[in-house]
């Protein structure tokens, strides 16, 4: 059965009563592995849930930084926040066109500027369109807002805090990339990175937590899926993955199961794969 935890996750029954809310904002965070041949920006302006503004991961984003889609500076952050009417106050859901994907990672970015009040829509635009709900097309114009934000470093971590705790082994590393990613046997999509993993990281593919309709599965099945890839859902954890997209939907279930000591690994494979003074393993 889909969620409606209005604390992290909203069903589409649940925001679709809620479209007029002066309170609500919705926000498409679309976003495709290079070389899907999928244009996000473009899917939303030809359909979006109606008010959604488009969350462009790629450029909301550290320009400064030659990783891809690394978290922003705060500054930046608040910038492109109050240009999208996104202000202080205002309850934010975010989805996008995979089902709970690369929503997850906005969800995380707000919750690294501070923002509670954010929820993630469960199953996406693949659900509420399957069930008939409306879409509209274009770009609504938003009123500019105040936003403030505070960054919380906890969420987040470097390669040499990941490095450390690879060697210490105190914090758990778990990586949402496919298996065969994983255990090196299968190329990575961005050219020039080796294959394998971080030593000691266990996987835990970001698909494992969801339903096939593309929502996210019951507590008890999270539950189950971390303590059989050998992770201790409720120790601290250091999500990882390609590009630091997927690992945040590992993050929305450690949350979920009520493990706040859970951060993401930003510069992810694309980081760690690209520097060969940096130990891997393979199967």
Known sequence: MPTSDPQLLVSTEWLAARLDAPDIRILDA???????GRDPRAEY??????????????DIADSQSQLPHMAPPVEKFISRMRALGIGDGHR???????????????????????KADVAVLDGGLPKWRAEGRPVEE???IPRERHFTARRNAALVRDVTQVAQAAKVGDVQIVDARPPGRFRG???????????GRIPGSRNVPWTAVLNPDGTMKAPDEIRGVFEAAGVDPMRPVITSCGSGVSAAVLNLALE????PRHSLYDGSWAEWGAYPDLGIEKD
């Open 30 to 36: 679309s976003w495709h592995l290079p070389g899907a």
């Open 45 to 58: 302006e030809a359909a979006h849930i109606p008010g959604a503004q488009f969350f462009d991961i790629d």
């Open 92 to 114: 934010i859901v975010v989805y996008d066109s995979t089902g709970i994907y690369s929503a997850a990672r906005v969800w995380w970015l707000f919750r690294l500027f501070g």
């Open 138 to 140: 274009g770009v609504p």
């Open 185 to 195: 046997e299968e190329p990575e999509p961005r050219p020039g990175l080796r294959q």
């Open 256 to 259: 979920r199961l009520g493990n």
